[in-house]
Every structure is written in structure tokens, then in C-alpha cells.
């Protein structure tokens, strides 16, 4: 009778959790950001022989940091581009998360966990827009899901926390600590033991061999690309912690079994202040190891119900004031590339936002301003925003227009170039959008 009703409790939960994550993406499915679009521009590259770059044609690049992601939508890119196969991606991370909160959901419930408390925690803005926003954050949150709730499966906590690192990089650590916390504690093969966090690592090296023999480099061009420093993290992991409330959790009385789960990510929370945290917004470098900690909290101790209580509050105030400006975004950009093709824009063009440019132009060549897809400007001084671009250079590659935010550039590397007396002789502009409540230019070469 007992098993009848943990299954029946499990099987509640589950559903109940399932049920609030999928209204919660609902409300926030048009959120995305830029990137996205490039990791679709290179499956669709890639999948219809142009080779694997962000423009057809061109050499080799490592344009995606999560080097599988392209592969994983390569069975979608023969059918559909742009913001079609964006669609699917978005599918693809939705499934995934649901997965995964439906696993943690039904753990929780074999220890009593009350629902409410267990929902809650898995419904941070955070997690639910990166869910939906077409990159690979969902698939890294399954995996990374996977590994921590398989508490007596040495072999699938080794084997999906490395998969994760292979999605998200700065993953490595917390894998290789959850693969040997769970072995230290394991009472399986002891040769299985000595080998979790080998195959924890293995994954993550195979994928850094790969970037060192065909690009020259084992870490991705977005470390290069997007320079950062602790200060930065530090910050980043401030805000981030307050934006899901979940990392808080670890603060919480922990269940015996859940200590790996939180050791790995007191550890992931270190590398993302070390790695200078992340550029995009809502805290995407936390976001796979969110559903991950409503394992940890001992819900029956005081101090781990005041910890939730907190949590709770402080991840609903957040998200009532941050996530209004993100759930339009993907409709924006849409309706952005759509005045792009209607002028029509010749190519190449240059910007700092190239995926939904990308598509604007379709087969047509893209200068990435922030060395996001190239290595060339990848390497120049300054940051993503800010890198020492000339007139000159956008000349040597021919470029034909340029796409900016604001008639006079709102970023660096923009408001350098429109500063050139030079650029007003050789181009002319015109808004043709906002975004963000910003306007978007467009300057193209004079005709003769």
C-alpha cells in the first residue's frame, strides 16, 4: 500500500511541476537572443555541404561554443533556416527541460517533498525563457538533471554529467567533482569507481581536441571573443543567485544524499565567478544546474524551509521586474529581419547582432564586428562591444552596409566607425526598426 501511494505522490508531482514549467514557457516563448541564430545559420551551413562557418563557403570556424548544438539540429536544418529552425530548437530545449524537472520532481516526491515547495523551485524566469530560447541550455539542463538525479548510477552520472560539459564548457569542473564525489561514496566496481571521473572529463577533452585540430585552439573562440574578469563574475554570480533564487538553496540544510549535488555546485558557482560570469542576460551560466538543487534541501529542517522561503521571494521579485523586456524579443528580431530583406540588403554587411542579420541576407556574407564567428577580429583589443574595428577594415572585406543600433551607434566598435567622416561620404542611412526600444540603422553604399 505504501509503494501505491509514493507512486500515486511521484506521479502527482510530476505532472504538477510538468504542467507550471509549460505555462511559465508559454508566457515567455518568444524570448531568445542573437546567438541563437548563429548556431542555426551554422547546422544549416553545415547540413547543405557550405562546410562548418558561419558565411557558405568560408574556411572553418568556431562560431558555436556548444560545439554539438549544431549537430543536434542537423536533422531539422535539412528541412528548414532562420527562424524556422529556431522554432524547432526552441522545441528541442522545452522538451528537455520538461524532462528534467519531471525527473527532479519525481526524486523529491520519494522522500516526501511537499508540492508547492518543489514547483516553486522550478519555475525561476531564468530557467524557463533559456528553455525556450533555441539554444542549448535545455539539452545541457537535462543532462546535467540526468546526472544528478541518477544517485545509484555511477555509470549515468559519469556519462551525463560529462555530456554536459560538451554543451557548456565551463561545466568540466562540476562534472569531474559530481563523478568523484558520487564514486568516493559508491559502493559499485570499484574499477567503475576509479573511471567516473575519467568519463566525466573525456567528453569535454574530446570536444577541446577537436577545436585544437581544426581551428588551432582547444578553448572556444567566444573566450577570445568576449574577454572578461572576476570582478565581472562576482557581480554576475550576485545578480544571477537573486534571479533564480535556487542557488540559495545551498545555504539550506542538505540531505545526506544530495551532498555531491551541492559540493558540484558550490564548485560551478566558483568557475562561473572565475570565468568572468556572461554577457547575456538571466543568469544563462546557472541556469543548467538550477533544477539540480531542489534536491539538495532537507525540506523537514527549519533552517531549509527559511532558505526556500527566501528563495522563493526573491526569485519572483526579480522576475516580475526583468522578465517583461525579454518575452518579445524573438518577435522583434523577426520582424527586424523582415525590413532587412524588404530593402533589399546587399552583402557583405557588417554588425555586431549577426544572427538575425544572417538571415536577413541569406546566402550572403556577414562581418561579425565582435569576432563572434571570426577569429581574426576575434583576437583585436577590446571587448564583444568594443573591438578596435577601422573603416579601413570593413573596406578590405568589401563591406557594403552596415547594421547599427542608434543613427549614431550605442556600442563602441558602432559609434567609432559612424564617428569616421569618411563613413557618411561612402554610406547613407535610414532607421528601419527598434528593438529593445532602441532603434536599429541601416547605412548602405552610395550608389554611383
Known sequence: MDAVLAARSSLFLSIAVVFAVSMAAAWAWDFTVDDALISVRYAHNWVHGRGWAFNPGAPPSDGVTPLPWPVVLAPFARFWSGFALLAAAKWIGFAAVLVAVGAVARVRARHGAPVLAVTGLLLPFPLVAWAVSGMETGVATLLVTLAACAEQSLLTTALAAGLAATFRPELLPW?????????????????????????????????????????????PLATLAKPSDATHGALYLAGASLACGTPLLLASSWRKQA???????????????????????????LVPILPSLALVPDYAAWRSRLVLGLAALSALAVGWRAAPAGIHVGHDRERLAAALM????????????????????????????GGLTDAELAALPGGQTSKRVDLGMLEARGARALVSWGETGSRVVEQRLLQDARFHQKLVGRMVGRLGGREVWVYVTRTP
Open 259 to 285: 551532498a555531491p549535488v551541492a559540493c558540484a555546485a558550490l564548485v560551478h558557482l566558483a568557475v562561473v565567478v572565475a570565468v568572468g560570469g556572461d554577457w547575456m542576460p538571466y543568469a544563462r551560466l
Open 342 to 369: 524588404a530593402l533589399p540588403l546587399p552583402s557583405p554587411v557588417a554588425a555586431l547582432d549577426v544572427g538575425f542579420v544572417a538571415v536577413a541576407v541569406g546566402d550572403g556574407a556577414v562581418i561579425d564586428l
Open 175 to 219: 562534472a569531474v567533482i559530481l563523478g568523484s564525489a558520487r564514486a568516493a561514496r559508491s559502493d559499485q566496481a570499484p574499477l567503475l569507481r576509479v573511471a567516473a571521473p575519467v568519463l566525466a572529463a573525456g567528453p569535454w577533452a574530446l570536444v577541446a581536441l577537436v577545436r585544437l585540430v581544426t581551428f588551432g585552439r582547444a578553448s
